[in-house]
Structures are given as structure tokens and as C-alpha cells.
């Protein structure tokens, strides 16, 4: 394995932004993220993509790559909110319901977040359910980033229906993999072994996020 993280870093205000947006996602995974969106963009000249916007912490991130290879960041989400983000549950966030149809809606949020951090420029938000934007999308990716619903059908859709876009020479990464199912969800971890068993090796291993490429041959 190799750590895409030496030598490549957002500039201190994107990173600043990345931090006070509101999201999960750790500093150091965001970084290994990062590199590996500058690494696949830069190397394809193509656009990266990440499923699961919700309030645009990683698509700082996702943009600020885009920006510095001259492509753009792909951003899939329905913005309702995955299952543990609604009401009764452990993530739940009361300040991103919508008052007039009582349910989640984190775009505004994610909007504010990309005007604040000053990318909204480099950022295409694709707003609707990951498998049916995927089912029109014509166009070849540098790097799938998948990040959404943990449920085995949303991830196991998610995968399904993204990685058939990525370019040969790309990056797939996965968020929140956890082996010992006492840390989390298993859904993730079984998308990254069966992208393992479909020809794709480990680049890097940062907290819960893992970077695979496809093994030539």
C-alpha cells in the first residue's frame, strides 16, 4: 500500500471550511480523500463523484481537488436525510428538517456550506436516488467515493451502479468500513470485499476509509 497522503493538502482555508461544515467525516480521512481525488482526477483528466452529499463537509474536499486539476466535483444525494438521520434516531439533526413538509432536507445547508467555502463553481449537485442517477449517467469517472445510505441495498446500489463509470485508471474509495462489527455498520464493509474479490486491490487504509484501484491485467 501506498499513502497518497505525502505532499498533497488543501490550502489552509479550504481546510478550515472542511472542519466547521457540518458532517462526520474525520480531518485525517478527509485528507486521504482528498489525495486520492487529486491522484485519479489528475491522472484521467475526468470528474470525481461522491455518493452522499448530505451538508457538503467532503465536497469541500471533492471541489477543492476538482479546482486544482481542472475538472469538477459530482455530488449525488436525495437530501432526506439516510436512516439514521431521521427522527428516533442516534443522528438525527433537528435544525435540518424542513418546517413546511416536516421532513429532512439538507440542501439548503449544502448549498450554504459550498458559498461559504467559495466552490460552488466546481461542484455539479446532482440532486435525486443514487441508483437512478447513475442508471442515466453517460460518462466515465476519475474516482467513485461511496458514502451514503449503510443499508446492503443502498450500498450494495450504490456500488452497482457507480463503479461500471469508473475509469480504468481510477480510484474507488469507501467510507465508514468497519471489519469488527462492534464499530459499525457492516454494509460498507461488505461492498469493499466484494470490490476486493472483483479485481480491485487496497491503495490505503485511513480510520474507516479505504482507497482501492483496479488490478491491471
Known sequence: ?????????????????????????????????????????GRTGLPVLEIGTYCGRSAILLADAARATGTVALTVDHHRGSEEQQPGWEYHDTTLVDPEVGLMDTLPRFRRTLHSAGLEDHVIALV????????????RLALVFIDGGHTDEHATGDYEGWVPHLDADGLLVIHDVFPDPADGGQAPYRVYLRAL???????????????????AG
Request: hydrophobic share 50%; glycine share 12%.
Open 1 to 41: 500500500m501506498t499513502d497518497l497522503r505525502d505532499g498533497v493538502r488543501p490550502a489552509p482555508e479550504v481546510l478550515a471550511a472542511f472542519e466547521a461544515a457540518t458532517g462526520f467525516m474525520p480531518a485525517d480521512e478527509g485528507l486521504a480523500l482528498y489525495a486520492a481525488a487529486v491522484e485519479a482526477a
Open 128 to 139: 435525486g436516488r443514487s441508483p437512478q442517477v447513475a442508471a442515466v449517467w453517460g460518462g
Open 197 to 215: 474479490a472483483e479485481g480491485f486491490e487496497e491503495v490505503s487504509v485511513t480510520g474507516s476509509l479505504r482507497v482501492l484501484r483496479r488490478v
